[in-house]
Nanobody, 123 residues
Framework: QVQLVESGGGLVQAGGSLRLSCAAS????????LGWFRQAPGKEREFVAA????????YYTDSVKGRFTISRDNAKNTADLQMNSLRPEDTAVYYC????????????????WGQGTQVTVSS
């Protein structure tokens, strides 16, 4: 079992920045790939970014490339999502998720989820 707790959401103006953090506990988090997903009202949950078990490889959906940066610290069991140049369309509940071994962009492949943190970007 892995428990995930997100923090760092909030309200920001367009063009601003936020940093989300995911704290993992339970089974050794370094055996899991970690991902960030988001869900806007009335829409399906979608992939945002993921980081490999070692932290050496990162993956992004096209709409956030160059603006968001995912990182992890296995010593602290944390995974962060630095979000810059935020846009109103980034408004959503952001979720941290974990899956064994190899990363995936599919919601259905992740076994463990946090409770989510709200990000609201005003225009």
């Amino acid at each position: 079992q892995v428990q995930l707790v997100e923090s760092g959401g909030g309200l920001v103006q367009a063009g601003g920045s936020l940093r989300l953090s995911c704290a993992a506990s339970g089974r050794t988090s370094s055996t899991f790939a970690l991902g960030w997903f988001r869900q806007a009202p009335g829409k399906e949950r979608e992939f945002v970014a993921a980081v490999s078990r070692s932290g050496g490889s990162t993956y992004y959906t096209d709409s956030v490339k160059g603006r968001f940066t995912i990182s992890r610290d296995n010593a602290k069991n944390t995974a962060d999502l630095q979000m810059n140049s935020l846009r109103p369309e980034d408004t959503a509940v952001y979720y941290c998720a974990a899956k064994s071994v190899v990363y995936s962009r599919s919601v259905d492949d992740y076994n463990y989820w946090g409770q989510g943190t709200q990000v609201t970007v005003s225009s």
